[in-house]
T-cell receptor, first 112, second 113 residues
Framework: DTGVSQDPRHKITKRGQNVTFRCDPI?????LYWYRQTLGQGPEFLTY????????KSRLLSDRFSAERPKGSFSTLEIQRTEQGDSAMYLC??????????FGQGTRLTVV | AQTVTQSQPEMSVQEAETVTLSCTYD???????LFWYKQPPSRQMILVIR??????QNATENRFSVNFQKAAKSFSLKISDSQLGDAAMYFC??????????FGTGTSLTVIP
């Protein structure tokens, strides 16, 4: 499969725990995005990488959220001290051409 | 600021008929891209069609076509010969630099057999 891959697909965690998600972009895609989607809503932008540099970060991304993309390949999104409001689908997308992004299947997070 | 508005939360269409989904947007940029994404119940967002703002010609992909009205900031999606597999949530999206995509709230399309 040469698409965007996200792991895990589902995560259930207790409030207060830390979670980490992984995204493997399409090979040679230098742009990588993280989005959050709650039920019935469109995706909301969280952050954007070009290669290993994090170039944009949404105000939605509180200091409990951190994202990395070491070596410009895969990316991780970590949420510390999870809260119930963090329950959502976390989507990763990658792109090589500006304005053409391909999405992964997402990681569904449930905080109980 | 960039915004995308989809004013139709739900639409339905008879199988084999044509349906049009509406989208309006706002941006101060002159160069940008517009998209329609489809999100079936499996939740993976799939790119349906893409339009570059500098192109006057409306994009077409098989049964999917757009009506891009730049002055009116309107970008509607027409689905012809609707099929059961077209049932999904459809999102209109906008980006200018490609650093960030702005999505509408979506239109849920039901295809009636």
């Amino acid at each position: 499969d040469t698409g965007v891959s996200q792991d895990p697909r589902h995560k259930i965690t207790k409030r207060g725990q830390n979670v980490t998600f992984r995204c493997d972009p399409i090979s040679e895609h230098n742009r990588l995005y993280w989005y959050r989607q709650t039920l019935g809503q469109g995706p909301e932008f969280l952050t954007y990488f070009q290669n290993e540099a994090q170039l944009e970060k949404s105000r939605l991304l509180s200091d409990r959220f951190s994202a990395e993309r070491p070596k410009g390949s895969f990316s991780t999104l970590e949420i510390q001290r999870t809260e119930q409001g963090d329950s959502a689908m976390y989507l990763c997308a990658s792109s090589f051409v500006p304005g053409l992004a391909f999405f992964g299947q997402g990681t569904r997070l449930t905080v109980v | 600021a960039q915004t995308v508005t989809q004013s139709q939360p739900e639409m339905s269409v008879q199988e084999a008929e044509t349906v049009t989904l509406s989208c309006t947007y706002d941006t101060s940029e002159s160069d940008y891209y517009l998209f329609w994404y489809k999100q079936p119940p499996s939740r993976q967002m799939i790119l349906v069609i893409r339009q570059e703002a500098y192109k006057q010609q409306n994009a077409t992909e098989n049964r999917f076509s757009v009506n891009f009205q730049k002055a009116a900031k309107s970008f509607s999606l027409k689905i012809s010969d609707s099929q059961l597999g077209d049932a999904a949530m459809y999102f209109c999206a906008l980006t200018n630099t490609g650093n960030q995509f702005y999505f509408g709230t979506g239109t849920s399309l039901t295809v009636i057999p």
